[in-house]
């Protein structure tokens, strides 16, 4: 007998086990579209011109000391102006509490244990479907979650109008979590006018609106178009939290770096809250990660890296637009008699391809193609090389 005899395995990841199938997998042929990385049209990963040139300029140059438990602060500044504006009043006012995060999830997952500790008997408000890890990061910080309607299946597009009476319909001051740009899986995101109507709504509600920006500069290409939806909810006066990553848009996945940001009504409440996350952050990881930091505050700052940045940023999106293309064109021309408009209606990495559980096992089993069961295709891992052969699969399957 043992400590751990009790201990089960754990069910696996379902986005990091599709990345386990695949490796084992022994064809030549095989195809990952599961893993949510960005990929080069070799289906290679990526590091970007900017982070190499960062890299240079840091080497030999920095110490490894402990950053503060907030992190680098020159870093969260930079990080502000791209989801606030470069002008913002806010930060000017320094009426926001923001902390250096371990990317996207850590930010998440900071602000679910501020939610948890501050506003003990709230709820979270999820998106149907949403980001599988959104709900173990809520459901670990012990916060009951609710959801709201948002894909509708047989569009393959934006139930608006549910998504508006789900809004109406919750108990006023919800926590509500959104995507800011680049819908994970759906790859459906609001228009302008519904993001203005959506904000209305909480405005009216004195519902929280939690933005997840793990995708800004994916969805258009620039990062300025796709922090639209929080300026119009930062214009309506909203009081908003932000989860920012580096992962996608600056290619950093594992350097693990992000901002935790929450709007405040003053500097003197900015503060406070800035440092009650400091206080979760310090029993949980003490510090963050410094070099990442550096890579991101060193790109931002010098105008002429951020400007090669923007371009590398625009190059990913691109890529990723023209496969799109590339992929209905080939399913178009297979004779497919499906309607594969989504392809190129859905933005951001993914698409949602409205392929079964079932659709998805033969095209593993019988193509050696990998991603996960609910039909989510990554578009980052479809390359002008297996493109077609991607189309022919999925023509096969869905015949
Ligand atoms: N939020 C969404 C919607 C995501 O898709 C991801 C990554 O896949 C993340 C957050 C966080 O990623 P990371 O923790 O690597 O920044």
Redesign the pocket.
Known sequence: SSWWNHVEPAPKDPILGVTEAFLTDPSPHKVNVGV?AYRDDNGKPVVLECVREAERIIAGNKNMEYLPMGGSMHMVEETLKLAYGENSDLIKDKKIAAIQAL????A?RVFADFQKRFKPDSHIYIPVPT?SNHHNIWRDAQVPQQTFRYYHPETKGLDFASLMEDLKNAPSGSFFLL?ACAH?PTGVDPTEEQWKEISQQMKVKGHFPFF?M?YQGFASGDPERDAKAIRIFLEDGHLIGCAQ?Y?KNMGL?GQRV?CLSLVCDDDKQAIAVKSQLQQIARPMYSNPPVHGALVVSTVLSDPNLKNLWLKEVKGMADRIIGMRTALRENLENLGSPLSWEHITNQIGMFCYSGMTPEQVDRLTSEYHIYMTRNGRISMAGVTTGNVGYLANAIHEVTK
């Open positions: 949510g990317s996207g999830t850590g998440c980001w995507h994970n997840d793990a990553s992962a996945y992000g």
